[in-house]
């Protein structure tokens, strides 16, 4: 398992003062009910795609 599987924290940042429109797109993400997570850097998720979401974007709720 990852190290908390946590969004960093820069990018995070971004989002200050626009949680809002984070979290709608996040919502949008989420509706398309990913079954896997293929990245260009790091771990890929063949499987648990919408918990691993959920756990890396749950400084959104």
Do not use: V
């Amino acid at each position: 398992a990852d190290p908390d599987g946590k969004t960093p924290l820069d990018f995070r940042m971004t989002f200050w003062g626009n949680k809002a429109q984070a979290r709608q797109s996040y919502a949008e993400i989420l509706a398309w009910q990913p079954e896997k997570i293929i990245l260009a850097h790091g771990r890929c998720y063949t499987e648990n795609a919408m918990a691993e979401l959920q756990r890396a974007f749950r400084w959104l709720k």
